[in-house]
């Protein structure tokens, strides 16, 4: 019943910055992952309801925010200096339950993905 949309996406050159939203209705934990062409999907960053507990990926780690503003029902996805690595979809994921799991399968709902690409 959760119904997850990200916006935000686009092509920005390496060392610039973009930020993507994922409006998310219902209390739910909330994660970005993203998928690059021929690999698996990966975690990037995840925040509790409360926004009090917060988890990234060692690459994202300095570089990039995950915040939530639960007034408005909206997830962000703060990328600074970004990379062409960083080049991927980026999926928005809710969970109801807050695990701090940065796996795929600990996640029910998903968003449709909105493309990152980053130029050298």
């Known amino acids: 019943q959760v119904q997850l949309v990200e916006s935000g996406g686009g092509l920005v050159q390496a060392g610039g910055s973009l930020r993507l939203s994922c409006a998310a209705s219902?209390?739910?934990?909330m994660g970005w992952f993203r998928q690059a062409p021929g690999k698996e999907r990966e975690f990037v960053a995840s925040i509790s309801w409360s926004g009090d507990r917060i988890y990234y990926t060692v690459s994202a780690n300095g570089r990039f925010t995950i915040s939530r503003d639960n007034a408005k029902n909206t997830v962000y996805l703060q990328m600074n200096s970004l990379k062409s690595e960083d080049t991927a979809v980026y999926y928005c994921a809710a969970s109801t339950v807050w695990s701090g799991s940065s796996s795929v399968s600990d996640y029910e709902y998903w968003g449709q993905g909105t493309q990152v690409t980053v130029s050298s």
């Open positions: 219902g209390r739910t934990n």
